[in-house]
């Protein structure tokens, strides 16, 4: 069975939240499905993506889990963003985690040191 992920991030000003997730991802959107929706294509099959819903947006947590988490932090920070929480855990897994203007949490997890 094939598996492909689509984690939706619901948004209050769709013009905002499109510029804050170029500036975290690195890169503009992989495809607009419609007026209201941005997605990026993070790897084969897994996308994020933003949609205008000022009703339910600031309630999302999602966490990507990448082999090049110290590289990712740093070229967040030199487009402007940094996290609002860094943690390590126990087993040495990292934490980052980000804020868009909405609430909505987006951490990137790496490997031990």
Do not use: C, Q
Request: charged share 25%; proline share 6%; hydrophobic share 45%.
């Amino acid at each position: 069975m094939e598996l492909a992920l689509f984690a939706g991030i619901p948004v209050t000003d769709y013009a905002a939240a499109l510029a804050w997730y170029e500036r975290l991802f690195g890169v503009p959107a992989t495809f607009f499905p419609n007026d209201v929706e941005a997605v990026w294509e993070l790897a084969e099959n897994r996308s994020v993506y933003i949609e205008l819903l000022p009703e339910r947006a600031g309630n999302a947590f999602h966490t990507l889990f990448v082999s090049d988490f110290d590289e990712r932090v740093v070229a967040m920070a030199e487009r402007g963003l940094e996290p609002v929480l860094r943690e390590t855990y126990e087993n040495g897994v990292r934490k980052a985690t980000y804020r868009d203007p909405d609430g909505n949490e987006i951490g990137f997890g790496g490997g031990p040191l």
